[in-house]
């Protein structure tokens, strides 16, 4: 009799237990729910807001030549892996060729992103620290907002973060088949991001199976991970193959190791300001006003140190271990997540270190403050002091810099009618009434020397192989080659902005001085070509329209 009591109390005491994990895996379900639907809410504002943000028009151009019969390498030049253009251009091939298409998916992976970090924390942390950094997330959502390969890769990255989650909990060979699928579709979306994931994971691995000196995945699951790994690439490399551009698709994934360095390095946490920006941010206007500004660029300072605490948590994490503490599972869980961290931080700082870059990542960067300043996690009693000051400036922060962008958002009035749908900008742009007036569907042209945007919402083509030219970083026989399908379109006009040039000690100080001095395609459009018109672009820039001096303005 005693023992049929003690064994309802236990089934009881069982049943009580599994109905709260329920109820709190059902809250959980539902503030992943709220956060989706309020993020939405947030970025629609941005949704056809642009202020012609020059690197937009790189995935946007590449994906209408797609559209267009092209063949990425073969036909156009790219140093990005394949997977963003073909993304987009399947968007565009079901859904329409329009701007306001391809930004709705940066819409909805930017509202799947506060899901994700909520998912993250919450496994580590309180549901109200979970909340927190989510909520920063939602804030950091609209930084950048453009089509790039940059966010699909992050959120690639992400996905094959919760699989790597799962897999570490659970040992299932779907969960390992999945990590490996989605680092090798990063990878492929951004070959640096993925290998810095793919390096990170090799590091984990490698450091729990020695520090613990047991296997840590069982033959099934490592060969899930592999396959998974595997099927991408092999699907690329077949079609590639099959259309006899293996070779030159190789060759331009590796360019950039070659190339893309040395005009693009700058120092850790560069914020890419002006002289004229950094006096408007810190010495125009009453203290006050400063102030409120520099609480609103300060998550600009905070987020390239957040990387550090994934540092510091890897090697606390391989201490525990080392020690043979209790809770084995959990500093395995930490060790292997902050080294996925870690090679994400290397990724960065081996090609572009700034503020830009470090934003992508931030779904995956404030994982570690939660972890940081969740009062569980919390051992140092000085942490514990500083951490309700922590919490109200990181809100402080994120929210100015969340309000900052939605006013300049909400604000912008001057509707600009294209080829590709209606866009909203803070300035009007007399750039794209004035091209897609002369110039018909398809027409070829060049738009010398960075704004690729313009070909996509002008519904025009690139003369060149090349969308855009970086002095500096693209070589000399490329200027050729543009050089060459100049004098093969003779009737083909030119959008040029003289001015760039002095926008190249901004945003790429690294520039070799000799690659500012000589623009032989800067001095022959002068030379050959003659100025039609004027033409104020809404990005702030200042463009010539031109035909060969032989030939008559439109």
């Known amino acids: 009799m005693e023992i049929t009591r003690e064994r309802s109390s236990a089934l009881h005491s069982r049943a009580d237990v599994l109905c709260e994990r329920s109820a709190a895996d059902r809250l959980d379900w539902l503030i992943a729910f709220v ?23 790189i995935v946007l151009e590449g994906a209408q030549r797609i559209l267009d019969g092209q063949l990425p390498y073969r036909d156009f030049f790219s140093f990005y892996t394949p997977g963003s253009f073909y ?67 992050t959120f690639l990255a992400c996905l094959a973060f919760y699989a790597l989650l799962e897999m570490l909990e659970t040992h299932r060979p779907v969960w390992a088949f999945a990590t490996g699928s989605l680092c090798a579709l990063t990878t492929l979306v951004e070959q640096s991001k ?29 060969a899930g991970f592999f396959a998974g790994f595997a099927w991408p690439f092999l699907l690329v490399a077949g079609y590639f193959g099959a259309k006899h551009s293996l070779a030159i698709m190789l060759n331009d994934w590796v360019w950039p190791l070659r190339h893309y360095g040395l005009s693009n390095h700058v120092r850790y946490g560069y914020q890419n300001w002006s002289d004229y920006s950094r006096g408007v941010i810190f010495r125009t206007g009453p203290a006050w006003a400063i102030a409120v500004k520099v609480l609103i660029v300060s998550s600009g ?58 934003m992508y990542l931030i779904p995956l960067w404030l994982v570690p403050i939660a972890w940081t300043l969740d009062v569980s996690n919390l051992s140092s009693g000085l942490l514990l002091r500083c951490r309700t ?30 080829r590709r749908g209606v866009i909203k900008t803070n300035k009007t742009d007399n750039v794209i009434s004035y091209v897609t007036a002369y110039n018909a ?63 190249i000690g901004t945003s790429w100080p690294g520039t070799p001085i000799g690659d500012i001095a000589r623009d032989p395609l800067g001095d022959y459009i002068a030379r050959t070509y003659k100025v039609c018109g004027l033409l104020h672009s809404a990005s702030d820039s200042l463009f010539e329209y031109m035909v060969r001096s032989d030939r008559k303005c439109p």
Request: net charge positive.
């Open 87 to 153: 993304f987009v251009a399947g968007l565009f091939r079901v859904f329409g060729d329009s701007f306001a298409v391809a930004r709705f998916s940066i819409l909805i992976i930017g509202a799947v992103f506060p899901v994700l970090t909520f998912s993250f924390a919450r496994r580590g942390c309180s549901r109200g620290m979970a909340v927190f950094v989510a909520l920063l997330t939602v804030l950091a959502g609209a930084y950048r907002f453009l089509v790039l390969h940059n966010w699909y890769s």
């Open 35 to 57: 956060l989706f639907v309020f993020t939405v809410v947030y970025l629609s504002a941005f949704l056809r807001y642009s202020v012609l943000e020059p690197d937009e028009g």
């Open 301 to 358: 300072f905070v987020v390239p140190v957040l990387p550090f605490l994934a540092v510091g948590s890897y090697a606390y994490g391989l201490q525990q271990l080392r020690r043979g503490t209790e809770y084995p599972q959990r500093w395995a869980y930490q060790t292997v997540s902050s080294s996925a961290l870690i090679g994400l931080l290397l990724s960065i700082v081996l090609s572009r270190a700034d503020i830009i870059h470090f």
């Open 389 to 418: 000051c922590l919490i109200a400036f990181l809100a402080v922060s994120f929210g100015l810099m969340g309000l900052a962008m939605l006013s300049t958002a909400t604000g912008a009035h001057a509707e600009l009618a294209t």
């Open 194 to 222: 993925g290998a810095g994931l793919c390096l990170g994971l090799v590091l984990g691995f490698w450091t729990v199976r020695f520090a613990q000196r047991k296997r840590l995945f069982r033959g099934s699951e490592w």
């Open 441 to 503: 569907p398809g027409q070829a042209m060049l738009v010398y020397p960075y704004l690729p945007l313009y070909y996509y919402l002008t519904g025009t083509r690139s003369l060149a192989r090349l969308d855009y030219f970086q002095p500096g970083m693209n070589t000399t026989k490329q200027a050729e080659e543009i050089l060459a399908s100049l004098g093969t379109h003779p009737d083909a006009p030119v959008l040029f902005e003289p001015a760039f040039l002095a926008k």
